[in-house]
Structures are given as C-alpha cells and as structure tokens.
C-alpha cells in the first residue's frame, strides 16, 4: 500500500516571484525560509510521487465548461506559460509526469464517487505550481509529478466539507490502490486571503489570515472544515482566499492533526496574505 | 462582490481566455486589435466597454473579475512586472477605490 511521507500548503501569488523586492527584506526572508524549509522537508521525505493540488485560474477551462478536478496524466509537465513567463521572472521548469500513478488516483477516487475531469495535454501553469516549485527549490527536483487543478472562482464551487471528504477519499485511495510501498508527498498551493481582479485587489485581510493559521495550527479537522467555510473564505477575499480549498483536501488526506505554519507574511504591495504550512505525517498516522 | 455575477456565456470572457493562452493571438492584438474583435460575437455594449477601456462597464457585463484583471494587465501591461503597474491602479480607480499604500 502506497502513503503519504508528506503533506504541506503554501501561497502562489505571483509577486513572491514576480515583484519580492516590492515587500520589506524581513517579510521576504521569512516567506522565502518558511518555503525553502517547505521544499527540504518534501525533499528528505524521498518521495517516489508528488500530488500537487492548485486551482485554475480561469487559464485551461473555459467559464462555461469547468470542471470541479482535473488531474493530469502526462508524462511531462512544464512551465509556466508563456504569457507568464515575463511576469513570474522564473527560469522554465519542467517535471515529469506519473501517468501510471494519476490514472489510478483518477480511477480509485471515480470508485470513490469523485468525478475528475482528464487532462492527457499539458495543463498551462501560471503561478499556480511555478512560484511554490520555485520558493521550495524542488523545479529540478525530477520528482515524479502529478498536478490536480480545482475549480474555486466559477460557482458552484465545492463545499469545504466536500473537498475534506475528497481528501480522505484519496487518502483510502493511496493506501489501497497504489503501487505497494509507493511515497506519496502532498502538496496544496493558494491562498490565504486576496481578491484577485475585485475592489479588494489591494487588501488583505490579515484578521482572517490569523484566524484561519490558527484554526488549523489547533483545532481538530472536522472543526476546521466546519468552521473554515468557503463562505467566510470568499467574504475573507472573493475570487482569491478560496484556493485554501485545496489545502484542505490535502489535510484531508493525511492524520487528524493540526498543521505547523512554517511563515506568514502579508507584504501589502503582494496583495496577498502569504502563508507556508506543514502536517506531520509520521509514524504514528492513521492514514 | 459575488462570483455570481459574471456571465460564463459573455463572447468578452472568451476573448481574454483565448487572449491569454495564444501568443500568436495576442500578437494579432497588439497589430490590429479590430481585427481581433471582429472574430468573436460582441455586442455593441461589450465592444464600447473593450474600445473605452472600460473595465467596469465590462464587470457590469459579466465578465469573470478575474479576467478582468488580467485583461487590464494584457492592455496595459506592467511597467516594472507589479500589479500596482497602471493596470490595478485603472482597474481600482474605476471601482472606486482609493490609491494602494
């Protein structure tokens, strides 16, 4: 049976890469160690597959055909995208795909009553992976890579309560119908609170941000979930705090326990609360 | 604001996600923008908003804030690679909001 050796969440937006001078020295070295100590823990874990989960920002599926998952089952994926590439100012990245792995990801979770879209091209990745590959230093990595982009801006959008249930699902779907004694790291990127293209795109919300590191550094999961609704994320920041859905089907897929945050950092001219965060899987998991 | 709002059907959202994923597209913008806007189904409405710059007529339309912000920034660009470039700060003034810190 395959498990998860590692499960961790960090922000995308794209100034971390694009514009990190625009932030103070301090805020940046912290964002930067809690990500590089993010990217050493993924790394020492030795994983033989790394499920990435992010959302898509309105880029590889159109406003009226957008699936809630999308997983990807090629054998290579690279980025970012050209029209971002000037933006992030990252080199290119590339990692290889795990098609064996993603297609039985997809087929253990479709058993499980959870539909994902397939996607056999390349996704195009703008922050969404580039800013976290590269803040973790693991874009030269080659681990074998999985990415799984989610729906959170085009209602209706799941529940949090979905998506945690989501993640056990996976969590099953690892232990049982994965390559025996395959290493599965985890990662969710997105969030803490923005509000990407609204009247709120120079806000952020740090009362919430705060809130919610401390909700999830204490409390047990189904008080998380329950208190940690897509709700308060969209009042928290519309558009933008939501993709801290994905980090809750990552915490879905790992032990009841509460996450570790690695750094928060809310630079105002990055216009987004920025947050690294980790979940211990050791030994003594029930997954 | 809601993510109810946009309308996933408005000929504009297409126009910015196909503008966003071809280069060769966003070249043929950038020689002749009407060229562009003749090959999508806009309404007068939405092509005034287009031609205007006006991002806030085209929210009112329906279009995905997102793709709004990131159609100021295709317009405008961004000087220095921030998004307090002169494409957020339009894009804010016509929200009505005041100046970034």
Sequence with gaps: MGRVVFAGAMSHAPAATGWPERASEEERSRFYTGAEALGQELLAAKPDVLLVFANDHVLNYDLDNMPDLAIGIGDRHAGPGDWFQAWLKVPPWTLPGDPETARAVHRGLARRGVRMAVQRDDFIYDENLTVPFALMHIADSEIPTVPVLMNVSVPPVMSSERVYDIGMKLRDTIATELHPDLRVALLATGGLSHEPGGPGYLTINREFDEWALRLLSTADHATCVRELTFERMEAAGTGGTGEMLAWLLVMGAGPDRPCEVLAYEAPPAWRCGMGVVRWPVGASSDA | ?101
């Design chain 2, 1 to 101: 604001m809601s993510l109810e709002h946009f309308d996933a059907l408005l000929a504009t959202n297409q126009l910015i996600m196909d503008l966003k994923r071809s280069g060769e597209l966003r070249d043929a913008w950038t020689a002749d923008q009407e060229v562009v806007l003749s090959r999508y189904p806009l309404t007068g409405s939405e092509l005034a908003a287009i031609r205007a710059r006006n991002f806030k007529a085209l929210y009112d339309l329906g279009v995905h804030q997102f793709l709004l912000a990131q159609f100021a920034r295709l317009v405008y660009g961004t000087a220095d690679g921030s998004n307090s470039g002169r494409a957020v700060e339009i894009l804010m003034e016509q929200y009505g909001v005041g100046p970034s810190s």
